[in-house]
């Protein structure tokens, strides 16, 4: 049965890929945004979403640190295991946006997050601030970006694929987009069932089972929406989708999952998470700094770069769960 969850949630995630980046496209172009922005809005704050619920259920049952690792580790995943995987399978071409402005926002998010953990709570203020600068961040891409497209979509009206989206109604790119969402949030459910149903067989005696599978097999899950989205755009040809996806959710779990779940209930930081896996995380986002300016595409060796560095964080990890630096 756990094999049938696992190839069924496989299966439903990558139908969903397709839905969500068509509708992607198609609201992009009726609503004169670009693709860029509907990735960093749309796309990545739906695939978000679970990060969110889980985190204010966890809030609401007294537990809203868990909103802190699930913030980090999924901001850890988006960038070295699902954008390292992206361009090694199709690679990826960043936009000036995307390096200026949408990078730059989330390298603010992470260190306005680790400055506020740095005295071991996240009040209720700084969750407001954290999603008052949510709010007006995404109002600035949302305004910039019409201006923009208008003028790109007029020079680019006798492109067959352009005219064809332009054609589409508003409500069937709606409809698929809302499919894909629904099916992505679906798949990875089964998907993450599935496998830690198998995992549990093959782990069956080790007593550090259920942290290896937390670490491994539940972190890969639920980063199979932005994983699936991420590749089904780039192949697609919609990079700036894909790597949207990736930027806009790393902001949205910063601004909104941690902004909101404050909100509900001040959020404790441990010395343990701002010791090792923030620092952790920031590391990872600087790293993109040479990825971005050393030569214009994100090919496959820099993708075996990001790759590797979320295989050693995982390596790090179960070596501490097994006692190595005690």
Same mark, same amino acid.
């Given at each position: 049965?756990?094999?049938?969850? &696992?190839?069924?949630?496989?299966?439903?995630? @990558?139908?969903?890929?397709?839905?969500?980046?068509?509708?992607?496209?198609?609201?992009?172009?009726?609503?004169?945004?670009?693709?860029?922005?509907?990735?960093?809005?749309?796309?990545?704050?739906?695939?978000?979403?679970?990060?969110?619920?889980?985190?204010?259920?966890?809030?609401? /049952?007294?537990?809203?640190?868990?909103?802190?690792?699930?913030? @980090?580790?999924?901001?850890?995943?988006?960038?070295?295991?699902?954008?390292?995987?992206?361009?090694?399978?199709?690679?990826?071409?960043?936009?000036?946006?995307?390096?200026?402005?949408?990078?730059?926002?989330?390298?603010?998010?992470?260190?306005?997050?680790?400055?506020?953990?740095? $005295?071991?709570?996240?009040?209720?203020?700084?969750? @407001?601030?954290?999603?008052? !600068?949510?709010?007006?961040?995404?109002?600035?891409?949302?305004?910039?970006?019409?201006?923009?497209?208008?003028? $790109?979509?007029?020079? /680019?009206?006798?492109?067959?694929?352009?005219?064809?989206?332009?054609?589409?109604?508003?409500?069937?790119?709606?409809?698929?987009?809302?499919?894909?969402?629904?099916? &992505?949030?679906?798949?990875?459910?089964?998907?993450?069932?599935?496998?830690?149903?198998?995992?549990?067989?093959?782990?069956?005696?080790?007593? #550090?089972? #259920?942290? !290896?599978?937390?670490?491994?097999?539940?972190?890969?899950?639920?980063?199979?929406?932005?994983?699936?989205?991420?590749?089904?755009?780039?192949?697609?040809?919609?990079? $700036? @989708?894909?790597?949207?996806?990736?930027?806009?959710?790393?902001?949205?779990?910063?601004?909104?999952?941690?902004?909101?779940? =404050?909100?509900?209930?001040?959020?404790?930081?441990? $010395?343990?998470?701002?010791?090792? #896996?923030?620092?952790?995380? &920031?590391?990872?986002?600087?790293?993109?700094?040479?990825?971005?300016?050393?030569?214009?595409?994100?090919?496959?060796?820099?993708?075996?770069?990001?790759?590797?560095?979320?295989? =050693?964080?995982? =390596?790090?990890?179960?070596?501490?769960?097994?006692?190595?630096?005690?």
């Amino acid at each position: 049965m756990d094999y049938l969850f &696992l190839l069924l949630g496989l299966i439903v995630l @990558i139908v969903g890929g397709e839905f969500l980046v068509k509708g992607a496209v198609g609201c992009s172009a009726i609503f004169k945004i670009s693709p860029l922005v509907i990735g960093m809005t749309v796309v990545s704050f739906g695939t978000s979403a679970p990060e969110l619920l889980v985190s204010l259920q966890s809030a609401m /049952a007294g537990n809203p640190g868990i909103a802190v690792g699930n913030v @980090i580790g999924s901001n850890i995943a988006n960038i070295s295991l699902v954008l390292g995987i992206t361009v090694l399978i199709f690679p990826i071409i960043a936009s000036r946006q995307t390096k200026r402005i949408d990078y730059t926002m989330m390298l603010l998010a992470s260190f306005l997050f680790y400055f506020f953990a740095w $005295d071991n709570v996240i009040e209720r203020y700084e969750g @407001i601030i954290l999603l008052v !600068i949510l709010i007006l961040f995404t109002y600035f891409l949302v305004y910039n970006s019409r201006k923009q497209t208008k003028r $790109d979509l007029a020079y /680019a009206s006798d492109d067959h694929e352009i005219s064809s989206v332009l054609k589409t109604p508003i409500w069937k790119s709606t409809v698929f987009l809302l499919i894909g969402l629904v099916a &992505l949030y679906f798949g990875s459910d089964w998907f993450v069932s599935g496998a830690v149903g198998i995992a549990e067989i093959l782990l069956e005696g080790n007593p #550090d089972k #259920d942290s !290896i599978i937390g670490v491994t097999v539940v972190a890969l899950g639920t980063s199979a929406p932005e994983l699936v989205a991420s590749i089904v755009a780039a192949v697609r040809k919609q990079s $700036d @989708i894909s790597i949207g996806n990736l930027i806009g959710s790393n902001i949205f779990n910063v601004f909104a999952v941690l902004g909101i779940t =404050a909100i509900v209930l001040p959020i404790e930081v441990t $010395d343990q998470v701002l010791g090792f #896996d923030m620092l952790w995380m &920031l590391a990872i986002l600087l790293l993109l700094i040479p990825i971005f300016l050393l030569g214009k595409q994100i090919g496959r060796f820099k993708g075996v770069i990001l790759f590797t560095s979320y295989v =050693a964080y995982v =390596a790090v990890i179960l070596m501490k769960i097994a006692g190595f630096f005690d």
